[in-house]
């Protein structure tokens, strides 16, 4: 991904735009499309500018690692995408089958710097043992999974689910939050085009 696109897009949300950000936008390289390094980009992990920009973005400090399974979430707030995800400041327990691919349940470790957390998460750690993600039954700590920041005059929402959001929330919760999703994409857009 090319530098400047970041500040395109942080252009785009101050003007009024919304901007849903997932996965994990620059970690890697600066390269978004999965060839090989182009003279500006350099392999820099949690310090790739691409991923720095998208943190700041969003409000956040990003961690790739350790990335954990996530046990149970919180909803946090009152929100326009957290209706029906009841109940609020209760944690919920996300089944899991013993023996499933554990690969699907990674979040990452972030820590909110000026976003709002609407959804946080549990995080068990689950290290890759070169074959696997292995649970290990132990704590590693709760992090956001679902986060909104004001920036001037639009809005940066963002999850921090590695691959499958829809696992880490429980499926009937992720169908309610993302009818959510659109709705208020919808309304934010029509209140920007009065």
Not at 135 to 150: A, C, E, F, M, W
Request: contains cysteine; glycine residues 12%.
């Amino acid at each position: 991904m090319r530098p400047e696109w970041g500040d395109l897009l942080e252009r785009y949300v101050q003007l009024g735009g919304t901007l849903v950000v997932e996965s994990v936008p620059g970690w890697g390289t600066d390269l978004s499309d999965g060839g090989s390094l182009r003279e500006w980009e350099q392999p820099t992990g949690n310090g790739s500018p691409g991923t720095i920009k998208f943190g700041e973005l969003s409000g956040i400090k990003f961690n790739y690692y350790h990335r954990g399974a996530v046990t149970k979430i919180r909803i946090l707030q009152e929100h326009p995408l957290t209706t029906g995800l009841e109940p609020l400041n209760e944690w919920i327990e996300i089944p899991y089958e013993e023996g499933g691919y554990n690969y699907s349940y990674l979040a990452y470790p972030v820590t909110a710097d000026g976003a709002t957390v609407l959804v946080e998460a549990e995080h068990e750690v689950c290290p890759y043992d070169g074959i696997s993600y292995k649970r290990r039954g132990k704590i590693s700590g709760v992090h956001p999974l679902v986060t909104i920041k004001q920036l001037g005059k639009g809005t940066v929402i963002r999850h921090y689910a590695h691959v499958a959001f829809p696992t880490t929330m429980g499926q009937e919760r992720y169908e309610t939050f993302a009818n959510n999703l659109a709705q208020y994409v919808r309304k934010l857009y029509n209140e920007q085009a009065r």
